[in-house]
């Protein structure tokens, strides 16, 4: 009987250890009204807040959240921040809620998340929970009528080049990573209980059109398209200086092995003098020569954000024209008519 026992419990650590990977995270109605009010009130000032549930199998369950509270400058933010989650996890857990941490959510303005302290982000919770998203709510791009919500996580590979920071080219195509390998985005499945799906029901109006319906038919979509265009113009620019990093490191490089042949050349020389003279060689290498020194090669995790973000401001401009354009097709059809 222990035997069967310690194999059971076996069988269950070798199941666990090669846990399915995750594939739909599965959010219930409330806790969306939660993230998009919190996300409202404080736009367009960035908010943050923790995601509570379960990991079952393939699926992660989020069924409660709560806000961090925006904190002063000359505040202890670690501390403070710390303390303020244990003691919402401690009272959760006294009514019995879910106070399992899942991760957490955040606001952004026009999809311009994709940055560095995101990431050591989610390596700080990769330190405690395997498997961790991040909801990204945008509340600028959901007042064109659509719901600006994802969730994301960070790819394997990814991590694996992160963790030693080792973003040199050489790993890079080692690793077979680019620019679109960073993050990887989960569906995201609403569930309701059929409590809250029979009351939603009693509320519907007779009227099939709703507010949302007309916001979409809105034709002014000038100030967004605008900023999507700004903040564009910005990351082409700070993709402009990262090239320029590396091209600066490209010519040291070619300088340096100039200098080196150079002085390989000289060294030669010189031996072949001392070895008619019959003195000993030099070696033809120096280590405390500052020319044999290895330069650094700069980091590419930077120009792989940019790029990320300059493709997700593409996208957005590219969709919000395809809709600006049917919608006057549309109008024009109306005016025909």
Known sequence: MANSMARS????????????PLRVVQIEGLVILKIIKHCKEFSPALVTGQLLGLDVGSVLEVTNCFPFPIREE??????????????????LREVNVDNNTVGW??????????????????MNYQENIRRCVCIIYDPSRSNQGVLALKALKLSD????????NNFTGEKLREKNLSWVDIFEEIPIKVSNSALISAFMTELESDTPVTQCDYDRLQLSTKPYMERNVEFLIECMDDLSMEQQKFQFYYRSLSRQQAQQQ??????RTENMARKAAGEEALPEEDPSNPIFKP????????????????ANYCN????????NFNRLYLMKSLHDN
Request: proline share 3%; charged share 20%; aromatic share 10%.
């Open 9 to 20: 419990f076996l069988q269950v650590a070798a199941t666990e250890e090669v846990a399915s």
């Open 74 to 91: 000359d505040e202890e933010i670690e501390a403070d921040g710390a303390n303020y989650q244990l003691e919402m996890m401690r009272c």
């Open 105 to 122: 959510y955040q606001s952004t303005i026009l999809g311009s998340y994709q940055t560095v302290e995101l990431i050591e982000t989610f």
């Open 157 to 164: 590979s990814f991590m694996e080049l992160y963790r030693p």
């Open 262 to 267: 150079a002085w390989l050349q000289k060294r």
């Open 295 to 310: 330069i650094p090669e700069p980091s590419r995790l930077e120009s792989f954000l940019v790029t990320n973000q300059i």
């Open 316 to 323: 957005q401009i590219n969709g919000v024209a395809g809709q």
